[in-house]
């Protein structure tokens, strides 16, 4: 049970608009630690999409973006396509575990 | 271009110590924190723990009891030793640059570079 929880999974249609949520608590994203994103493709190591809650690091189109607000947070992606069909994680800190936390992920399957 | 490589055995028997090392290029690791994520089927991502080129460490409560992450900065390697593994433990392991330093202190808990990971699989 991962103490950020997004949904299992996600899909959408080529050029659709799909978001993923990530919902937490008072002691990570309610406390106002940043939350990020990365992507997972198979067989690849995952890489961050978003840092910061909206920020992009170079390379990352602009088609990804995210936000956060109180306790959970977002990211979205627009113009879909085939490509963009991974796993999907959001990360955040826990001031209660003392750690860095996760997200157990979200698949997105683009149809 | 900051790269990371994971070395070490791809097989330990249960009840032994996972090691393995992870080889810094591109950049010092004295520019940031340095931690071990892994990567567990059906249990997503977990991180394991961090440390800074100067020895400071933080551990997942989950695994603390059996982690021990040092560095050698004169080599820009830092590395990973997980004791009393079982069949759980089996995964691939990815070494990462994050979280940001500061003056010491971590300031921005993300993670931008990655290795390519390493599998581990644990059988006698």
């Known amino acids: 049970q991962s103490v950020l929880t997004q949904p299992p999974s996600v899909s959408g249609a080529p050029g659709q608009r799909v978001t993923i949520s990530c919902t937490g608590s008072?002691?990570?994203?309610?406390?106002?630690?940043?939350v990020h994103w990365y992507q997972h493709l198979p067989g690849a190591a995952p890489k961050l999409l978003i840092y910061?809650?909206?920020n992009r690091p170079s390379g990352v189109p602009d088609r990804f973006s995210g936000s956060r607000s109180a306790t959970s947070a977002s990211l979205a992606i627009t113009g879909l396509q085939a490509e963009d069909e991974a796993d999907y994680y959001c990360?955040?800190?826990?001031?209660?575990?003392?750690?860095?936390?996760f997200g157990g992920g979200t698949t997105l399957t683009v149809l | 271009q900051v790269q990371l490589q994971e070395s070490g055995p791809g097989l330990v028997k249960p009840s032994e110590t996972l090691s393995l090392t992870c080889t810094v290029s591109g950049g010092s690791i004295r520019d940031s924190f340095w931690s071990w994520i892994r990567q567990s089927p059906g249990r997503g991502l977990e991180w394991i723990g961090y440390i800074s080129y100067s020895g400071r460490t933080s551990y997942n409560p989950s695994l603390k009891s059996r982690v021990t992450i040092s560095v050698d900065s004169s080599k820009n390697q830092f590395s990973l030793n997980l004791r009393s593994v079982t069949a759980a433990d089996a995964t691939v392991y990815y070494c990462v640059r994050g979280p940001e330093e500061f003056l010491g202190d971590p300031i921005a808990y993300y993670f931008d570079y990655w290795g390519q990971g390493a599998l581990v699989t644990v059988s006698s």
């Open positions: 910061g809650n909206g």
């Open positions: 008072s002691s990570n994203i309610g406390a106002s630690y940043d």
């Open positions: 990360q955040s800190y826990d001031n209660s575990l003392s750690g860095v936390i």
